[in-house]
């Protein structure tokens, strides 16, 4: 299955933004599907992931703020960032933790006044 993530901008301090992966097949079956960042300069690192049954993890950075869902009928997950910060700022990529794929383009978000 490929991962598409999409919904990213440009967003004052402490707003909001909520991000899709989309699957171009079923995300039923797989286990884990988790939210990644990189801003510029910076390693690669995990945001969240969201395991079968609905059990999450999130890097402690996040905490209280974002929150990921997934949609099997929809086939996608998503991000819910809220109060966000300029240190939020990254490309944000999906990708499934227990078999990594490609990373592709991912979705700008920038928090800036």
């Not at 969201?50 to 209280?64: E, Q």
């Not at 078999?99 to 928090?111: D, K, N, P």
């Given at each position: ?29 797989i286990?884990?599907?988790?939210w990644y960042?990189?801003?510029?300069g ?6 969240a ?18 929150t ?23 490309f944000?990529y ?20």
């Open positions: 299955v490929q991962l598409q993530a999409s919904g990213g901008g440009l967003v004052q301090p402490g707003g909001s933004l909520r991000l899709s992966c989309a699957a171009s097949g079923s995300i039923f079956g286990n884990a599907i988790g960042r990189q801003a510029p910076k390693q690669r690192e995990s945001v992931y969201i395991a079968l049954g609905g059990i999450t993890n999130y890097a402690d950075s996040v905490k209280g703020r974002f990921i869902s997934r949609d099997n009928a929809k086939n996608t997950v998503y991000l819910q960032m809220n109060s966000l910060k300029p240190e939020d700022t990254a944000y999906c990708n499934l933790p227990l078999a990594l794929q490609s990373w592709g383009q991912g979705t700008l978000v920038t928090v800036s006044s």
